[in-house]
């Protein structure tokens, strides 16, 4: 009987530390939570989520205190069956040395045996007290572990619910952000090829306008060559024309005037043939030089008839409208001043 006795208190012991290293081991793998989560751009309030953790984990851990609480009066009451179980050991012990055969008759008095009646009724009675607290601690433990049980896979739920929100929530901006991004890739790629296209047709217009411009300063300076050699052709050919009638005319009148005076006198009729005479010869030099001024100004003409050739061969022409300066213009007014002189 006190082998057994001592048996079952050793195992409930046992028992007892081994359900709280357990439940220790299991809240170190639980406790504390977890705090660090992937970033994203949109989802819950990060200082929320850390003051929801902070407030369930600290409800974790007064549950973790009261279960804590629990056991350790687990253990007390554990500790005083077993001494309660040791105090009916060792009264049962008495019990069963007073309950002995006497070894004399007069050793067996009727106060011996009231008083082993005694005991063994208060044996019985502090057995039984102890049983029914025994039974009431351990239906109270178990009610107690049943709730936080209940209590931690609650709680567990909870955190994978909410585990599976802020996963979800993820997910969703994930996608949202993804999608956004292809909304502006494609906004960007239209919008390069629309200002692509813009650079294009500006580039169009600059070269049409470009050629346009050259195309009318080309004109410009052919018209002016042309105007130009126009110009000096008609006025050589004006002063020939002048240069001739001049000539006629003085012959003319030459030749009428000594038709007029021949009668009057030979030797003034020849003074004046010689001098009309001159005067033809001084006009044929005046011919001369005007066609060699004509000359001149036909090879000025074919030179710059040549600069043109130049000029619309070239593929950048100078875009500075024709001045002073240009070399037609000069060449222009070396004629006319040739022409004049």
């Given at each position: ?20 290293t ?30 929801y ?7 974790l ?12 009066q687990?253990?007390?009451?554990s ?53 029914i ?15 936080l ?10 955190l994978?619910?909410q ?16 999608a956004?991004v ?17 650079a294009e ?5 600059i ?5 346009a ?9 052919e ?11 008609n006025?050589a ?22 038709k007029s ?14 001098e009309?005479t001159?005067?033809v ?22 030179r710059?008839e ?11 022409v ?12 000069v ?11």
């Amino acid at each position: 009987m006190r082998v057994v006795s001592g048996r079952a208190n050793t195992a409930d012991t046992l028992c007892a530390g081994t359900v709280v290293t357990m439940v220790s081991e299991r809240d170190g793998g639980l406790l504390p939570l977890r705090r660090e989560y992937d970033q994203a751009w949109h989802g819950f309030d990060r200082n929320q989520v850390r003051q929801y953790l902070d407030h369930v984990e600290a409800h974790l851990r007064r549950i973790a205190a009261d279960r804590d609480a629990a056991m350790a009066q687990a253990s007390t009451m554990s500790r005083e069956l077993e001494n309660a179980r040791g105090e009916i050991l060792r009264l049962r012990t008495r019990v069963d040395e007073l309950m002995k055969p006497p070894e004399r008759l007069e050793d067996l008095d009727e106060r011996m045996q009231r008083t082993a009646s005694l005991a063994t009724t208060r044996a019985e009675e502090i057995t039984q007290r102890a049983q029914i607290a025994t039974e009431e601690h351990w239906a109270g433990t178990t009610e107690v572990s049943s709730k936080l049980r209940e209590r931690y896979q609650k709680l567990i739920g909870e955190l994978d619910k909410q585990a599976e929100a802020l996963h979800t929530e993820h997910e969703k901006a994930l996608a949202a952000t993804k999608a956004e991004v292809e909304k502006l890739t494609v906004e960007a790629a239209r919008r390069r090829e629309l200002l692509d296209a813009e650079a294009e047709r500006k580039r169009r217009a600059i070269e049409r306008e470009f050629d346009a411009k050259m195309t009318a300063e080309r004109a410009s300076l052919e018209k002016h060559v042309a105007d130009t050699r126009t110009a000096s052709k008609n006025q050589a050919e004006r002063r020939i024309a002048e240069a001739t009638a001049e000539a006629k005319r003085l012959v003319d009148e030459a030749t009428a005037e000594a038709k007029s005076r021949v009668e009057k006198a030979k030797a003034d009729a020849e003074w004046r043939t010689k001098e009309a005479t001159n005067r033809v010869e001084r006009l044929a030099k005046v011919r001369e030089h005007a066609l060699t001024s004509l000359s001149k100004a036909d090879q000025l003409l074919k030179r710059d008839e040549h600069l043109l050739k130049s000029l619309k061969e070239e593929s950048v022409v100078n875009s500075n409208p024709v001045g002073e300066d240009d070399p037609t213009v000069v060449n222009a007014k070396a004629v006319k001043a040739s022409a004049k002189s």
